[in-house]
């Protein structure tokens, strides 16, 4: 079997949760089902970057669509028009497109990704411009395809909500995190992201998120102000500038002490690893997710957890992590002072308890039901 992968959607480091989403589930897909030949379709952008990782595997092959996929407008048309040119002349038996947006036709059956629909429920997170031409494309995509992979079943129920689609045509594929976060890092690259990352030894909370609004990245800098006069730890927070940004910047103005925030831009994953480890404490404050991954991450690295009892996150995160019950500072100031107050026994028991949960999570159990899908929709 032939499986298309229309990657146009990506630009590396600069699609979040997608591009893990991507990688992951094809390394795992490469490598688990040798029988089938992925033939992965590129943009200018992500070519080199994708042959580089999956070269190596003999059953995945590429075809470049001269195009940077930066300019919106020139991928959405190239994807609509030339993919399914160059997906009927490549003979696929099925094509994936793992980025919310497939061709509205195409030459055989098609599955689509729609890792959760975050553009409805805060729409401030797009351009208008921007909202418009994603909400259409989402809506006609999710009528068309054959079928709908998604991250959780609240993103499942999400989808089936906003599109009307039958149920039976959306499957949730839970995501899981990399080996890398659950092996010890070296204690060189602990004191490397300490020295060179954080800025010194101090104690840090840590969290990572984009600044798009609903990441509610304020929220927990504000909760960090109240923090500051009881503990010495600084806060790291790791992710790019969105258009939040200037909700984040308010909250870092009015900090009593400004020089406890460290940021970071996105940073490659033995570093990421390793600013899990070393940190005493992961906060997610995001108010939606369609799956929660960095929560999975803090989990494997054994760093305690608090989140918001949001969307998809009580999937994630089971009995393990401490859930922020409303969105309201002082609440979340009275869940960082209990995490940071644990005794060594309790944190042990947390810590524990969390890395059992993430180890059931696993990136070939994701890849076999995708396989069964992207199959079955061949068939």
Known sequence: ??????????????VGGSETYLLETLHAL??????????LFTNLENDAFLCERFSPFPNVDFHLLPFRARNRVVRILREQFELPRVAEAAAVDVLWSPGYVAPLRAPCPQVVSILDMQYLSHPSDLAWSAWLATHALVMQTARRCDHILTLSEFSKREIVRHTGVDPAKVTPTLLAAGDIFFTPQPPDMLAHVRRELVGDDTPYIFCVANTYPH????????AFGVLQTEFPHRLVLEG???????RVQAALARLPDTHRVTR?????RAELAALYQAADLFVFPSLYEGFG???????????PVVAMRQASVPEVGGDAITYCEHDDTPELVACIREMLRLDPAARAA???????????FNWNHTAGAIADVLRATAA
């Open 1 to 14: 079997m032939r499986i298309g992968v229309n990657t146009l959607f990506l630009i590396p480091g600069e």
């Open 30 to 39: 490469a490598g688990t089902q040798p029988d089938v030949e992925f033939l």
């Open 215 to 222: 990441k509610n990245v304020h929220r927990l800098i504000e």
């Open 240 to 246: 790019l500038p969105r258009r939040g940004e200037r």
């Open 264 to 268: 970071l831009g996105r940073t490659p």
């Open 293 to 303: 991954l960095p929560v999975l991450e803090a989990m494997a690295a054994g760093t």
């Open 350 to 360: 947390r810590i524990a308890a969390a890395r059992t949960r993430a180890a059931t």
